[in-house]
């Protein structure tokens, strides 16, 4: 029988896994007129349904859900504050803000995303104004660098085993105090 | 386990601060010298258990060994746990601050009323029955007890209850199954430290 059982366990933690028990966090940027963003839990697996609230001084703007891979994409909005806020059930819920500079000071093309206006530089470049030039530029710095981004963001939520053991030694020193207390007062 | 900040209305916040601290209070009155030692290992254990997740079937779980805190520490859980708890927040950002108190509440309280339970049924029962029983009884009352949090907080509370108690289904099984072989681990190697427990509780 606890053969049977060890096997059993043995087998589970060969499954494949998602979280559900951890840290969530969400990250959004500006793409365009749009806000996307990821909801996933510390160590990168992403929270697939997540519910997706848009903010503006805490009160509601509109609402999604993040799709199978932890995706979510709010579209056409003005340039503003907002604050995100993310719930993957059980508690489990993550803000994140973003400003109002970091949308661009104006699009090229209307409402769309700056994927489309990338591409189709020649055209906007033709009329040889200064000003889209510099929109342009901006914009496939921000896509440059939104990998980098998201990179640092996951691994700020990563637990690293320094901090497990500084932990360890919080809690022995403080027994450790509390017993010297004892000590001193007995 | 780990609630966030911002999830809970604040009575329910305050009510899981009042009883924290009154667990706390009690659990520190009962902190013996010769419990000390313990109290620091069962801490640290508790702390690192839940940082490590284990990937379980369709989801990744993590320990909390809740159950033998309770089985072995009785009231000691509330301190115990509030320590590692604290550490956890700041150092890893697992649950928030304000919510603390709930947090402790929910994990140390079923420890409390496991070992309540189960430590007179110990010369009655298998050790690897009663450390089973005593882990993964543990869990379901803590998963109740987030689900009531939410609850009280305005979260429907059947289609949370029901994610929760499937979510903590097969943690309760590894909870209960490596709680049963730390009992007997325990019960053959250091039986004293449940038998010390027993009689002062």
């Known amino acids: ?186 | 386990m780990h609630i966030a900040d911002g999830v809970l209305g604040t009575p329910v916040l305050m009510a899981g601060i009042a009883m924290t601290l009154a667990g706390t209070v009690l659990g520190l009155r009962k902190l013996d010298d010769d419990k000390i030692p313990f109290a620091a290992v069962l801490s640290a254990c508790f702390f690192v258990a839940s940082l490590i997740h284990v990937p379980l079937g369709p989801s990744s779980v993590h320990l909390i060994f809740n159950g033998l805190i309770g089985l072995i520490l009785g009231w000691l859980a509330f301190p115990v746990m509030l320590i590692a708890l604290v550490l956890q927040a700041i150092f890893f950002g697992f649950g928030g601050v304000v919510v603390l108190g709930v947090n402790c509440l929910n994990i140390a309280l079923p420890a409390v009323m496991v070992g309540a339970l189960l430590r007179p049924l110990r010369h009655r029962i298998p050790e690897r029955i009663l450390g089973f029983l005593a882990g993964s009884g543990a869990v379901l009352l803590t998963g109740i007890m987030v689900s009531l949090s939410l609850y009280l907080s305005g979260e429907a509370f059947s289609s949370t209850a029901r994610v929760v108690f499937w979510g903590n289904l097969p943690l309760s099984v590894l909870e209960g199954v490596i709680s049963g072989f730390i009992i007997v681990l325990i019960s053959k190697v250091k039986p004293e430290v449940l038998n010390g427990v027993q009689s002062n509780a």
């Not at chain 1, 365009?32 to 997540?50: C, D, I, Q, S, W």
């Not at chain 1, 889209?132 to 963001?153: F, G, H, T």
């Open chain 1, 1 to 186: 029988m606890p053969k049977f059982i060890c096997l059993a366990i043995l087998i589970s933690l060969c499954l494949t896994n998602t979280a559900q028990a951890h840290r969530t966090k969400v990250f959004a940027w500006v793409d365009g007129t749009n806000l996307a963003g990821e909801v996933y839990f510390g160590g990168g697996e992403r929270a697939k349904g997540a519910k997706v609230d848009l903010l503006v001084d805490k009160h509601l703007v509109a609402s999604t859900d993040a799709n199978e891979v932890g995706e979510f994409i709010f579209h056409n909005l003005e340039a503003r504050d907002y604050q995100v806020s993310a719930n993957a059930g059980q508690g489990h819920v993550a803000t994140f803000a973003i400003a109002g500079s970091e949308f661009p000071e104006f699009v090229l093309s209307g409402s769309e995303s700056t994927e489309s206006t990338l591409r189709k530089p020649e055209i906007e470049l033709a009329d040889k104004n200064s000003d889209s030039c510099e929109v342009l530029y901006e914009a496939a710095m921000k896509k440059a660098i939104q990998p980098l981004r998201n990179q640092l963001d996951q691994y700020e939520a990563n637990i690293r085993w320094h901090d497990v053991l500084g932990g360890m030694g919080y809690i022995f020193g403080l027994f450790g105090l509390w017993s010297l207390m004892r000590a001193r007062r007995g």
